[in-house]
């Protein structure tokens, strides 16, 4: 059952974007699930965020762990930009940076390395079960960016193709638990032929051949969460595509690789994004209920979280239920949320912005 | 600007994007060894604790098991020295030490698991009904009863004759995402995961504390009323018989004491101490002090003393060394 209700402490995959369904029906995009295609105006968002206004001063370090690599450092330009800026307005706060990558952040959190972790994605079970046991209570998430459209190493949203030819335009996130799984925790039964999914004549009969990226990397992991219910019972027939590197250090994407493959199928399905589309293949608007609303990938959609595969970027910090937060922490927190700190998540990175209602309730469940 | 990003490197220790990040400092403390590990392997630590700080009252041994999971942390933010663990780093966890350190965390096997003990590494058996006539069974066979598509897999279709030879296998076997899953599935099927589920029922752990408890026995239990099933279990659950398993070397075996400490049972698990140690180097000189006592005879001999894990053999024991000492 896809339940709603925002919440900003203990959020995982599911609970972050099912928590701002119930911001949806104050849409920022017409409910007909074909936005209109236009460029994406940062200005008229931003001006919904509240300003930065300084809760006293500010003091304490703030250790960051996070998304990032010793070959690329996806976040430092933004981070760096969150850190100057908030320092001019608290300089009493010390930083230590630790980005050395979504895998290690929420470890160093409950280890005390860390005191907050920036992950590249949402936050694994995996590791939250870790910091639990640790513990004994959940971590803290903020939601701080929504995964981008299209931009590569920002946590592009998942989208689901079929041949250009196919009949069908749009699935519930149900029909493709059905399609992907077998295990269908959602009380659906497994489809296996278009038939099932309302094609008619010639595609009533015809097999369904999925295509997907590796199930058990993060990719993969996303969706599985999102869609399969954390069920690890994929249909066995799925094709699954991993990077392919080459020896002049150049590399095929596993997108491109799935798209490219789709185009020679015309009765498969495919997981990925549209940064790798060719003529022969088509994205399908989804939904998150059987019935719709649907909805087409869009910037808008996306931040709005209407849009069912949409990737979202957490914040986490340990907070001791109870007790509060140290001031520094606290307030740098607050500030990424804000209108000057999501400007230069738009300026600085890939990313899009948070809804800027979720911004502002997040802010005050800082206090 | 220029103010700015003297304030910024000022506060970030001289760091510029882009330009790598240095790895945290490790290293235990002096006088200490910081070992993080799971519930179930703190009386085999509090045993070598007491006897390496016997012969090194100058050192400080620190225990801090709450998990597997955790243990591994531990070690890639540089709080603990040795993780001490009965199974396999996972991807996950090798790839948060690799991207914190540039290389992976050194693995030196220093125990084996015991036979058939919950929560301490048990051998995985391959176990039918007592009725099943079957003799013996090989890894090839056990990964088609994994793997093969049809849905309705006969013994027949692995190779088994005799009474059972139509009749459905149906597979009983741990989480296939649990420790004991993949320990399974890398040993069998090189850890693929997409299985025949329609002939595969899983059991998941009821341990709250990460380490692998009933779901072994409880698949064992399966079998016990399952004349056509086939489990990965626990060896010794009334009413199930163990099958011999034939290996790499052509011999068949099930899982004992001796078969598991020389290495010929291959469905056996090892405890592993996982390092941080740069390749080519050795380890840091307390934690290879430490490490050479839990090798030596009294050190293996403390722990069996102490739970069911099993020694290991003199080659064994030779090989970790050599990791202990690498460089």
């Given at each position: 059952m896809r339940s709603s209700g925002v919440q900003v402490?203990?959020?995982s995959r599911r609970q972050f974007a099912t928590g701002l369904?119930?911001?949806?029906?104050?849409?920022?995009?017409?409910?007909?699930?074909?936005?209109?295609?236009?460029?994406?105006?940062s200005e008229s968002i931003l001006d919904q965020f509240q300003p930065y206004e300084p809760r006293g001063v500010a003091s304490g370090t703030v250790s960051l762990w996070g998304h990032g690599s010793f070959k690329r450092d996806f976040m430092g330009r933004l981070v760096n930009r969150w850190i100057s800026e908030f320092h001019q307005r608290q300089p009493g706060v010390d930083f230590e940076y630790e980005?050395?990558?979504?895998?290690?952040a929420i470890g160093a959190l409950y280890t005390g390395a860390g005191n907050l972790a920036i992950l590249g994605e949402e936050i694994s079970p995996a590791a939250k079960k870790a910091f639990e046991r640790e513990k004994g209570y959940s971590p803290t998430g903020v939601m701080v960016a929504t995964g981008s459209l299209d931009v590569n190493y920002f946590d592009y949203a998942h989208m689901v193709f079929v041949h250009r030819d196919n009949p069908v335009r749009k699935l519930s996130l149900g029909q493709l638990e059905a399609v992907f799984g077998t295990e269908c925790r959602s009380g659906c039964k497994p489809i296996r032929a278009w038939g099932e999914l309302g094609a008619q004549g010639k595609w009533h009969a015809q097999a369904i051949q999925p295509y997907g990226w590796e199930t058990d990397e993060d990719f993969g992991l996303f969706f599985r969460e999102r869609v399969l219910g954390d069920s690890h019972r994929w249909n066995p027939s799925i094709r699954e595509f991993a990077h392919l590197k080459y020896p002049d250090g150049t590399q095929y994407d596993h997108g491109q690789r799935i798209l490219d493959a789709l185009a020679q199928d015309r009765y498969g399905i495919a997981i990925s994004n549209i940064r790798y589309q060719n003529p022969s293949v088509r994205p399908l608007d989804l939904g998150w209920h059987d019935g719709g609303p649907y909805y087409a990938p869009t910037p808008e959609t996306l931040i709005s979280q209407q849009y069912p595969l949409t990737r979202i970027i957490p914040a986490y910090i340990d907070r001791t239920p109870g007790q509060s937060l140290a001031s520094g922490l606290t307030e740098f927190v607050r500030f990424m949320l804000s209108r000057e700190g999501q400007r230069a998540l738009i300026e600085e990175s890939g990313y899009l912005p948070i809804d800027p209602r979720l911004a502002i309730r997040q802010q005050a469940e800082l206090v | 600007m220029t103010w700015l990003l003297i304030i910024l490197l000022m506060n970030l220790g001289g760091y510029v994007p882009g330009k790598g990040l240095p790895p945290p400092s490790a290293g235990s403390p002096p006088g200490q060894i910081r070992i993080w590990g799971p519930p179930q392997l703190a009386d085999v630590a509090s045993a070598w604790e007491a006897g390496f700080e016997e012969a090194n009252p100058d050192v400080d041994v620190l225990l801090h098991f709450t998990g597997s999971d955790t243990a591994m942390a531990g070690l890639y933010t540089a709080k603990a020295d040795i993780a001490l663990i009965g199974r396999d780093a996972t991807d996950a966890e090798q790839k948060a030490f690799e991207w914190v350190f540039r290389y992976r965390a050194r693995q030196i096997p220093v125990l084996n698991g015991s036979v058939n003990s919950e929560g301490q590494s048990p051998a995985i058996a391959v176990l039918v009904h007592p009725d099943n006539p079957i003799k013996e069974i090989t890894a090839s066979q056990l990964s088609r009863a994994l793997l093969t598509e049809s849905a309705e897999l006969s013994w027949s279709d692995i190779g088994i004759s005799g009474g059972l030879a139509g009749q459905p296998v149906q597979v009983f076997m741990p989480q296939a995402e649990s420790g004991t899953g993949r320990f399974l599935r890398a040993r069998l099927?090189?850890?693929?995961?997409?299985?025949?589920?329609?002939?595969i029922t899983e059991f998941e752990d009821s341990a709250a504390q990460g380490a692998e408890d009933n779901a072994s026995t409880r698949a064992a239990e399966a079998v016990a009323r399952t004349p056509g099933g086939l489990a990965f279990g626990i060896a010794g659950v009334p009413g199930t018989k163990t099958v011999p398993v034939r290996n790499q070397m052509d011999t068949s075996k099930v899982p004992e004491f001796s078969s598991i400490q020389s290495g010929e049972y291959f469905l056996s698990r090892q405890v592993n101490a996982y390092v941080n140690a740069p390749d080519g180097s050795g380890v840091d000189e307390g934690v290879q002090r430490f490490l050479e006592f839990v090798l030596s005879e009294a050190g293996q001999n403390s722990a069996g003393k102490v739970s069911d894990f099993i020694p290991l053999s003199e080659n064994g024991r030779t090989s970790s060394r050599a990791l202990v000492l690498r460089d």
């Open positions: 402490s203990s959020i369904l119930c911001l949806a029906g104050c849409q920022l995009v017409p409910g007909s699930g074909k936005a209109a295609p236009a460029p994406f105006r980005m050395y990558g979504t895998a290690s | 099927i090189s850890g693929e995961i997409r299985l025949q589920w329609e002939r």
